[in-house]
């Protein structure tokens, strides 16, 4: 199978998309589901299949505990975040996310069971910075901690709920893009 | 044999092999075998605190402390899991 390097297209059925948007809006609104971590952070994994350079979402798995607090990924993120983040108005304690590995394994067992694969990770970027208004794209951070991952890295920018975007970078890189075709099941 | 599952981002480091069956009988012998056998899987895997590591789809360790207290069995299927974290 070519790598996720290759890749060229990205399809993505609209109610994928919309299953993404669903989720961060839930998130800005404060409407949590049980055992969900608190705040405004939607992230998760964006499972799929691939066909040569063409990748085509099949499912959208939201993570639902945040462990960024907990040892040892705080140590892990404290670390990261001293040394690559760009400050802004939320301080870096309260910056960054990691899925609960457990998590992780459930959504790995369900691509199995599914015949399906990991394409890669979302989360959404809400806070407009002097010089980047839209947030559409990696921060030093997300490409720091994306690396060797193999896997895209979706970036939600949802700094205007109004006009969402997505796009999507190899393994985070600013320079890795791949465009994304949103595609109504209709057509 | 202990079947190892080894995560997506490393499989250009053993030959895009999804499992490796190991011999050991101690999480800590099956990791130093994988290591040997596979050393580009301990470069990408820089920070070995931060493996979680599954047996039989159970959470056994993150990190490396404990990894000589945790004896499996031949049927065992251990899964390693990176942590998926963004900014």
Redesign the interface.
């Known amino acids: 199978?070519t790598?996720l390097a290759q890749i060229n297209r990205i399809i993505l059925p609209d109610s994928n998309w919309q299953e993404i948007l669903a989720h961060g809006k839930r998130k800005l609104a404060g409407d949590y589901l049980p055992g969900e971590s608190k705040g405004k952070k939607a992230?998760g994994?964006i499972a799929g299949s691939q066909n040569e350079n063409l990748l085509e979402v099949a499912r959208v798995l939201p993570?639902k505990k945040n462990v960024?607090s907990e040892e040892?990924?705080k140590t892990?993120?404290d670390r990261?975040?001293a040394q690559?983040?760009v400050p802004s108005k939320t301080p870096l304690s309260k910056?960054?996310?990691?899925?609960d590995?457990?998590e992780?394994?459930e959504c790995?067992?369900i691509c199995d069971r599914e015949n399906l694969?990991?394409l890669g990770?979302y989360?959404m970027h809400i806070v407009p910075w002097e010089g980047d208004p839209i947030r559409d794209t990696p921060?030093h951070?997300?490409t720091v901690?994306?690396r060797?991952?193999?896997?895209f890295?979706f970036i939600i920018s949802m700094v205007d709920i109004t006009t969402p975007i997505i796009r999507a970078f190899y393994e985070g890189h600013g320079e890795k893009e791949v465009p994304i075709f949103i595609q109504s099941e209709n057509t | 044999m202990p079947k190892v599952i080894i995560p997506?981002?490393c499989?250009?480091c053993t030959d895009?092999q999804h499992e490796i069956n190991m011999a050991g009988e101690s999480l800590e012998e099956i990791m130093e075998g994988l290591w040997r056998r596979h050393p580009g899987l301990k470069s990408?895997l820089d920070?070995p605190?931060?493996l979680?590591i599954?047996v039989n789809?159970k959470?056994v360790t993150?990190?490396i402390e404990k990894w000589d207290a945790v004896s499996l069995n031949k049927e065992d299927e251990i899964?390693l899991?990176?942590?998926?974290?963004?900014?």
């Open positions: 199978m790598s992230y994994i993570g960024r040892p990924y892990y993120m990261n975040m690559h983040a910056r960054g996310w990691v899925i590995p457990p992780v394994k790995y067992d694969i990991v990770t989360h921060t951070l997300d901690l994306a060797n991952s193999c896997l890295q | 997506f981002s499989r250009n895009n990408i920070d605190a931060m979680s599954f789809s959470l993150t990190g899964a899991i990176l942590p998926i974290a963004g900014g």
